[in-house]
């Protein structure tokens, strides 16, 4: 199955390599990553679509522990 992965990221040193650690570890396959700063420069926003069997709790539960991250919502695509 795929989702989309809207979340908000602390803008810190290894953020985007925790976020795909995490979510390769969980069973899902990053397949489009795309990411823009917002505009306080602390913070950016990271769009991405994984493919995977699990269910999608599974990875929003441990994206949510992240301390950089600070926003995650999962949701299927159509």
């Known amino acids: 199955m795929r989702y989309r992965l809207d979340l908000t990221l602390r803008h810190a040193e290894g953020a985007l390599a925790r976020v795909l650690g995490t979510t ?9 990553v795309e990411g823009e700063t917002l505009t306080d420069g602390d913070r950016w926003h990271l769009q ?9 709790e599974t990875l929003h539960a441990q994206l949510a522990k992240l301390y950089d991250c600070l926003h995650v919502q999962v949701q299927p695509c159509s």
């Open 24 to 32: 390769e570890r969980r069973g899902f396959r990053p397949v489009a």
């Open 48 to 56: 991405m679509t994984v493919e995977g069997e699990r269910p999608a």
